[in-house]
């Protein structure tokens, strides 16, 4: 890498998800002038020791990255699971970047991702990652979702859940019909990704890694659709979880326009296609890739008056 950008005022954007972790640094003109990836975290690990220890390091390496870059004079962060009470998030990314306290704003990811497709009042964000949510950000500014409970909960559609139904079902036909694993497509790209197809692997991965770990199981689904009807099946159910997400928020709020993103709902066209045969024929879907860490990263570029 060259030389940090020390020439030119750069707001610094960071969204924060369950997988990865995404920092870009822009200039007040709104060009992205460096950008990159650290691992993932969620707000949520802050109320255990061993938690804070995994955000401090993740955040200690996004400070290195990016300053060696630029030095960003305020940061906008969006974070997975973030409830509002971020002090000590604000202290380490002050003291790691050496931004002021009063030039940090951190918000909840799906906020940041909303103002990546939308201006307030003017669509619906349906976002599928490791897990889901739909948001409507109205004309007063008030942020209104469906969904977003959690994995633990629902989050129905995005990667955990699929990797969880991908799970159930091989281990399922597995008490039935022991070896069964053998003949499925899923199964065999399952256990590949997980090491092995002994119960002690899957019961490892699902109990022992993180939920953005668990989602990336996610992906060997997909992997074995057009070869496996249960994968399929899996899939076209994503996207139909996915769509009464984004009806919840017509029935309350009226007929908008639709936007399907996030790394779930790139994980096959069956998902889109789901989702759309799903939805009133009037209503109109999109999908686009997501990039809210340039959203975050423009709007602490910004200048204030």
């Given at each position: ?36 990836t ?41 974070l ?8 000590v998030?604000?202290d ?25 497709a ?36 629902d ?72 070869a ?12 139909r ?5 984004g ?49 975050a ?9």
């Amino acid at each position: 890498m060259g030389k940090p950008d020390t020439d030119r005022t750069l707001g610094l954007g960071i969204d924060a998800g369950g997988t990865e972790t995404r920092w870009a640094l822009s200039d007040p003109a709104g060009e992205i002038v460096a950008e990159g990836t650290v691992a993932g975290l969620s707000a949520l690990q802050m109320a255990k020791p061993a938690g804070r220890e995994q955000v401090h390091a993740t955040f200690s390496r996004l400070a290195t990255d990016v300053l060696e870059a630029g030095a960003p004079l305020r940061i906008c962060a969006g974070l997975t699971g973030f409830g509002g009470d971020g002090n000590v998030l604000v202290d380490w990314l002050s003291t790691l970047l050496g931004v002021r306290l009063d030039a940090i704003t951190l918000c909840n990811d799906i906020e940041v991702a909303y103002l990546d497709a939308f201006e307030p009042g003017q669509g619906y964000l349906v976002y599928a990652g490791t897990g889901s949510i739909a948001a409507y950000i109205d004309e007063q500014g008030e942020f209104h979702r469906a969904g977003g409970r959690g994995v633990t909960l629902d989050d129905a559609g995005g990667g955990f859940w699929i990797a969880r139904e991908a799970m159930r079902r091989i281990w399922r036909l597995e008490d039935e019909t022991p070896g069964a694993w053998q003949e499925s497509p899923m199964a065999l790209a399952v256990f590949d990704h997980v090491g092995g197809s002994d119960w002690s692997y899957s019961r490892n991965f699902i109990y022992t890694q993180e939920r953005g770990e668990i989602g990336k199981l996610a992906l060997a689904v997909a992997m074995s659709a057009g070869a496996d009807p249960a994968a399929r099946h899996i899939l076209l159910q994503a996207g139909r979880e996915l769509a009464r997400l984004g009806l919840a928020l017509v029935t309350r709020f009226g007929a908008r326009p639709l936007v399907l993103s996030g790394r779930a709902a790139e994980l096959h066209p069956l998902v889109f296609e789901a989702m759309r045969a799903e939805l009133p024929p009037g209503l109109n879907l999109q999908k686009r890739t997501a990039k809210p860490h340039h959203a975050a990263a423009r709007m602490a570029a910004r200048p204030r008056n």
